[in-house]
């Protein structure tokens, strides 16, 4: 396969072209687990390691290949794995906090055209979670699609319901409802596929993400697995991996998250809270923080109805997370930076 059908074009080779070193060539990350990749270039599939200069001069996760990376790669002449010496950088990226209470990134995948968010209409449904979602996106710099599966386990008019919640809450992303058991909406699903670009898969855990993998493949390629009695989803899939669709489109499943860690930014928050944004133009004071000061315009829409007053508590609960994470993250970088120095400075004070 050539590179611009697995999503190469001008913006990366513009990026590439200082990187790439005589004898290595380009592929695209598919698989990762823990130190092990699996890269694509013009050749098949294949099994690569991080040459040891990336592997040890690297400062943090960010700056190792994910998911979707585009790679500078040193093919083996013996039967050995390719090298991987460089990461392209990343037109997108999907990351999220890790799980408990460090600031570190987890990256999910990168350089993803659009994520669908899942979520299944039977129980999951989430206001707060699609707009956790949403953000997400936003912040990789992702387009999103807001995919509702399951209808078939919902009426029409519940269905009607939740996709007016949706729109009512001032998102404007397209929403497609699908099911994956008696086939509505994947033929519509399908449609939004394009050869040459790359998609994932996000949602919670039992939405019916690899479900959803299969139908398109037309047979049960991956593992999925019912929802336990608890409600507890247990995680079924547990790696991502990037897969060429017979149309040549590019998807990526992902294990479902439990806890969605953000690190937002002032931009991203006015990007998916478009509307409030508009408004906080018409408050009184211009540093208005919309919580509760005189003349906020916001605090006015949300008093008159022409605001959701969820959609406003998300906003302020999703703001002070993101302020309160990114200044913690802030905080790290520069305490890893000093490390690094005081490091160094002993490492010198070794040679002499
Ligand atoms: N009724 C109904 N069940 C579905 C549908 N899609 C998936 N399921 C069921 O939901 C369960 C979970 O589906 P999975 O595809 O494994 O969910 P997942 O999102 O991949 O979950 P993780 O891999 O844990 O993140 C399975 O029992 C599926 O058969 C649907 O459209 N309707
Ligand atoms: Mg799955
Ligand atoms: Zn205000």
Redesign the pocket.
């Known amino acids: 396969m050539d590179l611009t059908g697995l999503g190469f074009d001008g913006w990366f080779e513009q990026r590439t072209s200082s990187l790439l070193q005589p004898g290595q060539g380009l592929a695209r990350v598919t698989a990762v687990d823990r130190n092990a990749f699996l890269i694509r270039g013009q050749g098949a599939e294949q099994y690569a390691e991080l040459a040891g200069k990336l592997r040890f001069e690297t400062q943090s996760a960010m700056d190792l290949p994910c998911v979707g990376d585009w790679v500078c790669a040193q093919w083996s002449a013996s039967e050995g794995p390719a090298l991987i010496h460089a990461v392209v950088p990343r037109r997108t990226l999907l990351r999220r906090k890790r799980p408990g209470t460090t600031v570190e990134f987890q990256l999910i995948a990168a350089n993803i055209d659009v994520a669908f968010i899942?979520q299944?209409c039977?129980h999951d449904f989430n206001m707060r979670r699609i707009d956790r979602y949403l953000l997400m996106a936003s912040e990789g710099h992702i387009e999103a699609r807001i995919i509702l599966?399951?209808?078939?386990?919902i009426s029409p008019a519940e269905l009607e319901r939740q996709m007016a919640q949706i729109t009512g809450a001032g998102i404007s992303v397209p929403i497609l409802p699908?099911?994956?058991?008696?086939g509505s909406g994947l033929d519509a699903f399908r449609a939004l596929l394009a050869p040459g670009k790359t998609y994932c898969?996000l949602?919670?855990?039992?939405?019916?993400?690899?479900?959803?993998?299969?139908r398109l493949l037309g047979r049960e390629a991956?593992?999925?697995?019912?929802?336990s009695e608890t409600g507890e989803?247990?995680?079924?899939?547990?790696r991502r991996y990037l897969l060429i669709l017979e149309g040549g489109a590019m998807l990526i499943?992902?294990?479902?998250?439990r806890e969605l860690g953000l690190m937002g930014t002032a931009e991203v928050m006015k990007d998916t809270f478009a509307e409030l944004g508009e408004l906080a133009l018409s408050c009184r004071f211009s540093n208005c923080t919309h919580g509760g000061e005189p003349g906020c315009a916001i605090a006015q829409a949300v008093a008159s109805g022409t605001l959701s007053e969820e959609r406003y508590r998300n906003y302020l609960k999703l703001k002070k997370e993101s302020e309160f994470r990114g200044a913690a993250y802030f905080q790290k970088r520069k305490k890893d930076k000093e490390c690094g120095r005081i490091i160094k400075a002993a490492k010198k004070s070794m040679k002499v």
Request: charged share 15%.
């Open positions: 899942l299944a039977d599966s399951k209808t078939d386990l699908l099911s994956n058991d008696n898969l949602g919670s855990s039992g939405v019916g993400k690899t479900t959803l993998l299969n991956f593992v999925t697995k019912a929802v989803g247990v995680h079924t899939t547990t499943d992902t294990p479902g998250m």
